[in-house]
């Protein structure tokens, strides 16, 4: 292989420009070249990249979003389109593809491959940390980090007055945001889609802590929660007790800002590792953690399994601090 | 003067702490004993109190929030409530105030001072801006911070996707918050309630900097912008434009968080200068800043004159940098 | 059993608070009374105390260092000493102690546990991760994140002038810190004492970098580097290369502040177990992370055994991608 | 004028990006282009340049250093050299500089302004806030966050352990950053060129402190304290006192970091002000910021008066505050 493509796709998270830039050097060092199809899949479809060398990714491990750009692009589920993309890469040169994005992007990848052969490696990258095959995708330290230190500040208000904190961050279907948060947090109640407690017990959780003289009291709700959004669940539970209340969406903070240590170090593994993999001949596969360590993972099986809930004995250790 | 008191009132704010600190060491170090009235003017009706020696304000200089606690007290609206708060402070031998917090604040001590010769120093503590006799209130530099460092994550997202961003940042009467955070945090625009500019402009502003390539946009909207909040702007501007958009609501996470080293300056210098006023007889005064130092301001100035208008040279300057 | 003790001991790391937390809200949850030594065994030795109760370890989850205060206390070395302090505590009620510190302090621990039958539990916190038993001590992950953070400032500096920094991290027997720290800021070079590399690949390898146009150069050493502290490699490399450098040694500031959300969840679920371990009858354990997931390791052989060397594919890892 | 030259001087501060930004978006609204000299008076020496458009400055508002590049240039002392610089420049088109640095660089603009003709304006930049003209300079309000951060890190192990730290930070020649440090981190002590107290009144304040129960022990050295450095007072106060302590060199982690909301909003105001006097028509300026404002300061009265002190009442204050 002399030449590798590589597209950033989806939502963007802290730590894709970590893994554009492992797999950048990893490819150059073994006299591989690269280049960058810009925002996600439009980029292959469109012929728009640039060249990246050693230089093109030097002073951007620290940065938030993509230098490549993302996008979503429905027009990539379209076989046509595909097959128009791949001569295009074809005539670019490029001969196999490290896909930097969540599971969706996986599925266009497994795509061209079954369809046009074109050899294929992903990193995982989502603040969501849904996606199977890895106990944790890059992005996701760094967004439970953000929304920790939002509720900081929260804290200190709520600390300070006595009001109840509804706190929403993200996760439209999957509470490991929220249950990591919770628990970093301190936080008197987490309700997220895979195991919400009912309003009626966590009613009964602070009216029992503001009895024993607690004054800050955080729930942190997940975007997805059932129960509705922050706001439904504050209504809900600020009529019940009568008591003092405000609402935090954190939205779209979480999504950017310097990637953590953590993430930087997952990033810069799985992105090496799997420029390497298709430098070697490897394909259809993404770099995952599994029991903390970094594995080739069957992409096939990343697509058709869903992220197994997350371990929610956090739920109940959050419930149990929560004093 | 042998016993002062100090509380914290209104919405809590960064460096309310640190003026504590200082106020109390300003008067032990004059052989003035210090009691905290818990939850502002709450506390001086219940009469809950905490001695305050030295060492009770140790390693508190840089957290967020108020150790004494904060509330708005309507109660004290009520002159006989006023006489009973009074009565009250003299039992416990407390001979004069300091009041930390915002103008609505100081309203109640002007009353207690103008019923029952209280003597009362105020430090002006508020993230918006808007007291009158100061041109920096405690806690604004310390918000402008936390916006400035959100959009900085927003602008990650922004620039990779080529989204434009609605951010809405605090303040309700007063667009310092929005001003300052849209010149720091480079944005797009920014829509104030003293000098917005027409939807219309910003739409054509926008549109040239697409254009021109631009693929991060910032618009930042002040929570009291008469336009209407970032969500009925952003319809607004993202239907005419038809262009891809998200709403950030920053809220409460504004107002927390361990204060700038500006903000434990000003607190520090004012929660000093006001407790040596008091000690040496002085009454009715506010410390203020103006031209970049510290004096004293009559307080009965500060609640009958309305803060002027933040600097909307800033505005024009904002929209010229946009790119 | 009816009431525990708690302490902290040798150096502090951030984290302590969030396992003391965890700590005592699972034994007064299970009506157990808590008690917090102060000042490690310092406090075991001369009876000081306080009383812990859900109110006294609110809003400290947050914070860097611990509330009980630590000590390295060298007299607790003495057989007559530790006699003295299971009769205090033996006094005072104690039936078992969780301990909150490195593996110094587990020896204290296992010597009272084997002496005089006092049960124990350890939680190990250390910025280190030099504790056998466990993957990743609470303290680790924020202590990297405080230097990565560090670095990322220093690296604007070498991107604007190109000179090189040579930054010493702690570390006196372990590599670990600087390893991570390495990778997440994408050092050009690292040097550990476990398999630090020769300064003459390392001049070999920054020549080819500078011939290549890179700007920013920056080489993490670890204080106990055998090719010396910082400043002495930084000389040898600066004189061979002829190139300017600058050296920063971050020391202390990377043991305290705010702990990440990830070592304040690592703490809350050890800090529980350990209580609950206690509670439920079992002694001489320490609670480690054993491929992700917290286990009850025995204590005798933490202390007899030492801590793997860090990961070094890391080092290989680092120098591939500096560029 | 119809094409300007920008360039970044001397050491870099946070904020430089942000004035270029300004200063390049200024120009080219008024149809003036614009081109970036790298790495200071070296890049118009050899001629090297970048074109500077809108689009160049995108993004770059929230970093430290320079994207141009900065250094020190001795060989622009020699009026020789600036000739050919001058004429280099002429034959780029360039007709006005704008020169973006401290004192040392302004000398050199004032050179070729009064042998060539070249018309020049200044923005300051510096962290130790030492030009005269101007109350505060570009960079200054960043260093001293920085610098309180990381003492709010070091406070954590001081209160835990009881050790005193001695924290040398920037300021070779003033004391700025130091006394505003010292006061927003509530140190003990402060060691400053301008007006340091005697290391005896250190030690008494010391004692007192630790005689009334206090723990943490922060003393802050500036750079250039005749006491010696860090290390040195240190030692003295250490042997006298016989108390642990530990000493920590900041160093040029204070230099980089993204720039303060206070340091943007500076740098912006004072970046576009310099471009447009420049294409007005005005020469020899710098814009300070006088009494809160931003006004031109003549250049020539910049580099013939030293900036003055400190406000050394903060010294005062500080040590009052002690505790």
Chains 1, 2, 3, 4 share one sequence.
Not at 26 to 52: H, K, N
Not at 144 to 173: L, Y
Not at 198 to 205: A, D, G, I, M, N
């Amino acid at each position: 292989m002399k030449r590798i493509g590589i597209l950033t796709s989806g939502g963007d998270g802290p730590g894709m420009n970590a893994a554009i830039r492992a797999a950048v050097r990893t490819a150059t060092v073994r006299d591989v070249s690269v280049v960058g199809y810009m925002d996600g899949y439009t980029g292959l479809i469109t012929g728009e990249f640039q060249e990246l060398f050693d230089r093109s990714v030097g002073n951007v491990i620290q940065r938030g979003g993509t230098i490549l750009g993302t996008s979503r692009c429905p027009e990539f589920l379209d076989a046509g389109v595909r097959f128009m993309a791949v001569q295009q890469m074809r005539r670019d040169g490029v001969e196999g593809l490290v896909i930097i994005g969540g599971d969706g992007s996986f599925r266009g990848a497994l795509a061209i491959e079954a369809e046009h052969g074109v050899p294929i490696a992903g990193v995982p990258v989502t603040i969501d940390n849904d996606v199977w095959g890895t106990e944790e995708t890059i992005g996701f330290d760094t967004a439970v980090n953000t929304a920790v230190i939002a509720i900081d500040h929260v804290r200190d208000t709520s600390e300070a007055t006595g009001m109840m904190f509804f706190v929403e961050v993200m996760g439209r279907t999957s509470g490991a945001i929220a249950l990591h948060t919770a628990v970093a947090a301190g936080a008197a109640g987490v309700l997220v889609p895979e195991a919400h407690e009912q309003v009626e017990e966590l009613v009964e959780r602070l009216k029992r802590s503001i009895e024993r003289g607690k004054r800050s009291h955080i729930i942190v709700v997940a975007e997805g929660d059932e129960a509705g959004g922050a706001f439904a669940v504050a209504q809900k539970v600020g009529t019940i007790m009568n008591h003092p209340y405000r609402v935090v969406v954190l939205g779209h903070t979480q999504r950017g800002g310097a990637p953590t240590a953590r993430d930087r170090i997952i990033a810069g593994v799985s992105g090496a590792l799997a420029a390497r993999a298709l430098i070697e001949g490897r394909s259809g596969i993404m770099i995952g953690i599994q029991r903390g360590q970094a594995v080739e993972v069957a992409l096939k099986d990343v697509v058709t399994n869903s992220h197994p809930s997350p371990d929610t004995s956090l739920l109940s250790l959050a419930q149990e601090l929560a004093g």
